[in-house]
C-alpha cells in the first residue's frame, strides 16, 4: 500500500492511450490498491492508472456517502461504453490539472462494461455524478484530459483558476 505523486498535465503518460490489462495477478492487485490509497489521499472522486504513471486500462471510482446512501466504491478493469445518452453541461476538474475548473459538456447518463477486481465481467448503468466519473476516468485511459474536452467543444474560456481544491476531482 503506497500514495503516489498524482503526475501533472503534461505530463506525457496522461496523453498515453492506456493498454488493456491481460491477466489480474498479484502485481495488478498491489496497483488498485496503491490506487485507492492515492486517490483518498488526494480526496478524490476517481483516479486512473496513468495518473500515478503506470499506462494500463484501470480506474477507481468513490462516490461519497450522502444523507441516503453509503460511499459506493468501483474498481474497472478494460471499462468500455455500451452506450451514453442525453447532455448537460457541469462542473469538472481533474488532480492531474490542479488548481483548475471548467464548465464541460457531459452526457446524462452512461452504460459502461468492464471487469472487476476479481475479473469478472460487470455492467453499471449510471448518471449524476458516477457518469461524469466514469466519463471523465475513461477518458484519462484513453489519454484525454477534460481539458482536451473543453477544447473541443470552444469551451476554454471556462476554465478558471481557484483557490481550494474542489471535493469533486478526479
Ligand atoms: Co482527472
Redesign the pocket.
Given at each position: 500500500m503506497a500514495v503516489h505523486p498524482v503526475r501533472q498535465a503534461p505530463d506525457p503518460v496522461l496523453s498515453t492511450k492506456t493498454k488493456r490489462v491481460t491477466k489480474i495477478d498479484a502485481k495488478i492487485k498491489n496497483l488498485i490498491e496503491d490506487m485507492f490509497d492515492t486517490m483518498d489521499a488526494e480526496h478524490g472522486v476517481?483516479l486512473?492508472a496513468n495518473?500515478i504513471g503506470v499506462p494500463l486500462r484501470i480506474a477507481v471510482i468513490a462516490i461519497p456517502a450522502t444523507e441516503e446512501d453509503p460511499e459506493e466504491r468501483y474498481v474497472l478493469i478494460n471499462p468500455e461504453f455500451v452506450k451514453k445518452g442525453g447532455e448537460r453541461i457541469i462542473g469538472e476538474g481533474?488532480?492531474?490539472?490542479a488548481g483548475y475548473r471548467g464548465m464541460i459538456k457531459r452526457s446524462e447518463w452512461v452504460k459502461v462494461k468492464a471487469l472487476n477486481a476479481e475479473g469478472k465481467a460487470i455492467r453499471l448503468k449510471a448518471e449524476g455524478l458516477l457518469a461524469q466519473a466514469l466519463e471523465?476516468?475513461i477518458d484519462?485511459l484513453d489519454g484525454l484530459?477534460?481539458v482536451d474536452r473543453l477544447k473541443e467543444q470552444g469551451a476554454l474560456e471556462t476554465l478558471q483558476k481557484i483557490e481550494a481544491p474542489e471535493p469533486v476531482?478526479?
Open positions: 476517481g486512473a495518473q481533474c488532480l492531474s490539472v471523465h476516468e484519462h484530459l477534460y476531482e478526479a
